[in-house]
């Protein structure tokens, strides 16, 4: 698995964890809904570290807590 998979995977099951849609963690974030959309698109491969950042502040957790998740143990090499 990719990072960028795997941070979208994350904030999916944090959303679920807390019965929320994207739509609205993009409000709690102050974050466009396309934006949240656009980033759980498994074709979409850029991710922004400021996005990530507002979600979590949505989320009220910080950048340490999300990328404590073992999730983030498994990830692939990128560089080929």
């Known amino acids: ?28 974030s102050g974050v466009p809904p396309t934006t949240v959309y656009c980033m759980m698109k498994p074709e979409r491969r850029k991710l922004h570290i400021d996005v990530i950042k507002k979600l979590c502040d949505g989320l009220e957790i910080s950048l340490a807590e999300f990328f404590s998740a073992k999730i983030f143990e498994e990830l692939e090499q990128e560089i080929r």
């Open 1 to 28: 698995m990719y990072v960028k998979d795997a941070v979208a995977k994350h904030f999916d099951e944090l959303c679920r964890e807390r019965g929320i849609c994207y739509n609205e963690l993009a409000n709690i």
